[in-house]
C-alpha cells in the first residue's frame, strides 16, 4: 500500500497545462464537506439545506415505482431513453401550476432538468461567455456562484432593499449583466423575501440593461404566512405569455418530493428554450425517465397534500428555532424571521469569524451550521452563518440553540477583552 | 390562439446578440429526433441505438425499488441528497470490475454520471479551451461530437488503420490535440472494434502529444464471440495505478440495465477526478440516489446473468440482419460484421446520399435507419447509414431488410442512368 503510494507519487502526470481555463475556477463546495456530518449522530446539525426524509412522500412513491415496473408497457417507457425536453404529462403538469400562478405558458416552454442546479449550470451556458457579467445578490445561493465561477463569469452585486442611490448608479456606470440571477423567497442562505417593489425593480433594470433574469423558486410552496407575492417571471410578463418576456423560471421537486429523485424544471421562452433542449441533449441527454413518470402519476393528488403537511411541521421548527434564539443568543447577535423555507441568517458582531466559531463549536459544543462567507460572490463578509431548522426537532433544536447561544456570548465577551 | 400566436410574433426578444458565443455551436441531434419514428408501429426502424426493453431485468429492479423504499432508513438514503462522487457500494463494484478487467484503480477513482454523455460532456469541460482540438475516429459518436463542439473544439481524425503514413504526417505537422476520444468495442456507429495494434499506436501518439485519452465502452460487455481486447487504460497503464496514467474510462448501464435510469460512470486519475467532482458539483449536484442504490443491490447478483442472456439474443438479432442483407442487399453496398454491440454500417456507391434514401424509404418502405453524414466531424461523407438490429426480431430483420434491399437496388440502377 505504502509502495503503491509512493509509485504514484513518482510517476504522477502533471495535468494541469493541459487543462481547460475554466478549471481553474473549479473549486469544492463547503457545505457538500459538511454535509458530511449530518452522518455522525453526535452531531447537531443545522448545517443542511436538506429536506427531513420523513416528510417526504415514500410510501406513495413505493406503491407508484411498484405500478410502473409490474406493468410491461409502463416500464417499457419508464426503463428506456426518452425525448430530451422531458415525459409530456410532467411538463403539462408544471406549466399548468406556473399558469395558476400568473406565468402564461404551456409544456412547450419546459425543460425537465436533472436537479435544479442544472438549470443554472444550462443558464450559464446559454449566456456566459468569460468575463461576461453575472447581476447577484449578496449573499446568494452557493451552488450559483460554484455553477456561474465555473464558466469564468464575474459578478456584480444587487444593491439592497434601502440602497436607492446605489440602483441609480450601477445603471449609470454602464454595467451590462448577461443574466441577473435572484431567488426572491426565503433565499438560500438568508431567507428573506423580496418585496414587490424590490422585484420591481429587478424588472426594470433588466429592461433597461438588456439582461436575462434567472429566477431559482426552490421553496415558494414552503410558505408559512404572509401573502405570496408574484413571481418576477410573472410580474415581467403580466398578460404576456412566456415567449415574449425575458425570464426563465426555475422549480424543483427536492424540498418537497425527494432529493434523491433529481427532478427540477426550467421554463422559459421558446427561442431559449430550444437551445436549451440542445445544451440537455449535448451534456446528459435527458432526465431519468421513470422518476418523470411516478412524479407525473403522483403530483396531481398528492402534492397540495404534501406540502400542506410540511408547512405546518416546518413552520413548527422554525418556530422554535427563533424561539429558542431571542432565549439563548446573545445580545449582539441578530437574526432574519424567515416567512418560510429551510433558514435562518444570523449576523454576529464584526470581529467574529463564523468559520472559527464553527470549529470551536464542532470541537465543545458539537453544533454544526454553515459559515456565511461562501455566499458572498465577493467572499467578503465572516461574522455571518447559516442555520437550518429542516432537519431537527423542536428539542433538538432547543437542546443545540442553548449549546451555541452559551458559546457564541462566551466568544463575544473573549472578542471584546 | 391565432391571436396569442400573432401577439408572440410581435414581441419576442431578441436573444442573439445576448447569448454566450458557443450557443451559436449548439444543434439538435438528428438521431433524438428519427427517435421518434421508434413510436410509429407502421415503420420498422433499425435507427435507435437502444436495448430492448423485454431484455432489461425488469421484474428484479421492480422488486428492488419496492424494498428501498419498504425500508424507512433505506429510503432516507435513497430519497435525500448524496455525495456528489456516488454512493460508495456502486463506485466499489465498478472498481472492482475495472480491476478484474486490468484498469488498477479503486472506488475513489470513479465519479458517477447522470448517463455516459455526461463523461464526455465533463471531459470538454475539463480539458477544452475555445479553439483546441480534440482527435476523434471518423465517424465517431455524434453525441461526442455534440458535447465538444458545444465547448468551441476544433476536430482532427484518426487515421485509417492502413493509411501508416498519416499517423506520421499528423505527428509531424505539431497536431496537438489536448484529449483522444475513442469507442475501442463495437463502436456506434460502425460496429467494429479497433485493432490491438492501432490502441497500441493511439496511446504512443497520445503520450507523444500529451494528450489524454477518453475511451467510452458503453458496449464492452455485449461481445458475441472473438477474444476481448484490453482496453486502452488497461494497454497504458499495464500494472501501474490509473492515477499514474492519462486515460479515462467512460462505462454506463444505460445497455445492460435500463437507459431510463441514467446511471454510468467515469474513472480517472485522481488528479483529474477531484475536477471532475467539482464538475459534477456545480453541474447537476449527484446522479440519482436511489437509481444508484437499486443496482448497487442487484449488480452483484444479476448483471452477469443479465448480459449473457442479451449476448445471445442481440447476437441472434445480429445474425438474422446479416444474413438478410448478404440476401437482398444489392452488390454494390458493402457493410461492417460486429462482433458484438449494436450495429452495422453499410456503405453505398459515392453518388447515394444516405438521406436521399431515407427520405424515400420512410415514404415508399416504411423501413427507417440513420443517415451516416452526421457522424462525421467533417460532415463529409453522405453515402453511409448506421443500422441497429438490436430493437427487431428476426422476422421484422428479414421483412425491413427485403424492402430496404429492394429500394436500395432501384436507386442504384436510377442513379446509373
Known amino acids: 500500500m505504502t509502495l503503491n503510494h509512493f509509485s504514484r507519487l513518482i510517476t504522477e502526470h502533471t495535468w494541469h497545462p493541459r487543462l481547460a481555463a475554466r478549471s481553474n475556477h473549479l473549486v469544492g463546495s463547503e457545505i457538500r464537506e459538511l454535509l458530511k456530518l449530518i452522518g455522525d449522530p453526535n452531531i447537531i ?116 432593499e434601502s440602497e436607492c442611490r446605489a440602483w441609480q448608479t450601477y445603471r449609470e456606470r454602464g454595467a451590462d449583466p448577461k443574466l441577473i440571477y435572484v431567488t426572491p423567497d426565503f433565499q438560500n442562505p438568508t431567507g428573506i423575501s423580496l418585496s414587490l417593489a424590490t422585484r420591481l ?26 401573502a405570496m407575492l408574484p413571481s418576477l417571471t410573472a410580474l415581467e410578463l403580466g398578460p404576456r405569455h412566456i415567449d415574449a418576456g425575458r425570464a426563465l423560471y426555475l422549480g424543483t421537486f427536492s424540498k418537497i418530493i425527494a432529493p434523491g429523485l433529481r427532478v427540477a424544471w426550467l421554463a422559459a421562452p421558446a427561442a431559449l428554450l430550444e437551445k436549451l433542449i440542445y445544451i440537455k441533449q449535448a ?74 466559531v464553527l470549529r470551536q463549536s464542532l470541537q465543545e459544543t458539537r453544533v454544526a451550521f454553515v459559515p456565511g462567507k461562501s455566499f458572498f460572490a465577493d467572499g467578503s463578509i465572516a461574522h455571518t452563518f447559516r442555520m437550518s431548522y429542516s432537519l431537527a426537532n423542536p428539542e433538538k433544536i432547543d437542546k443545540g440553540i442553548k449549546l451555541l447561544g452559551a458559546l457564541l456570548k462566551r466568544l463575544i465577551v473573549e472578542s471584546q477583552r
Open 201 to 226: 425593480r429587478i424588472i426594470n433594470l433588466a429592461r433597461d440593461l438588456d439582461s436575462a433574469i434567472l429566477e431559482d423558486h426552490a421553496y415558494r410552496h414552503l410558505r408559512f404566512e404572509g
Open 45 to 160: 446539525s443545522f448545517a443542511g439545506g436538506v429536506p427531513d426524509p420523513s416528510l417526504l412522500p415514500r410510501e406513495e412513491l413505493r406503491d407508484c415505482y411498484q405500478r410502473q415496473l409490474a406493468d410491461p408497457r409502463k416500464a417499457q417507457i419508464g426503463l428506456q431513453y426518452m425525448a430530451s425536453d422531458g415525459y409530456l404529462p410532467l411538463r403539462e403538469w408544471i406549466a399548468a401550476q406556473l399558469s395558476e400562478d400568473g406565468v402564461n405558458c404551456s409544456a412547450s416552454n419546459v425543460l425537465i432538468l436533472n436537479g435544479s442546479q442544472q438549470g443554472i449550470d444550462f443558464a450559464a451556458r446559454l449566456f456566459i461567455d468569460p468575463g461576461d457579467r453575472v447581476l447577484v445578490q449578496n449573499p446568494t445561493y452557493l451552488g450559483a456562484l460554484q455553477a456561474f465561477r465555473s464558466f469564468e463569469c464575474a459578478f456584480d452585486t444587487l444593491p439592497g
Open 283 to 356: 451534456s446528459d441527454v435527458q432526465t431519468s425517465a421513470i422518476h418523470q413518470m411516478v412524479l407525473a402519476e403522483i403530483l396531481p393528488a398528492s402534492f397540495s397534500r404534501v406540502v400542506a403537511a410540511q408547512r405546518i411541521e416546518y413552520r413548527r421548527r422554525r418556530d422554535s428555532m427563533l424561539e429558542a434564539m431571542s432565549r439563548y443568543f446573545p445580545e449582539e447577535a441578530s437574526w432574519t424571521k424567515p416567512e418560510g423555507g429551510f433558514f435562518v441568517w444570523v449576523t454576529l458582531p464584526e470581529g467574529l469569524d463564523a468559520a472559527n
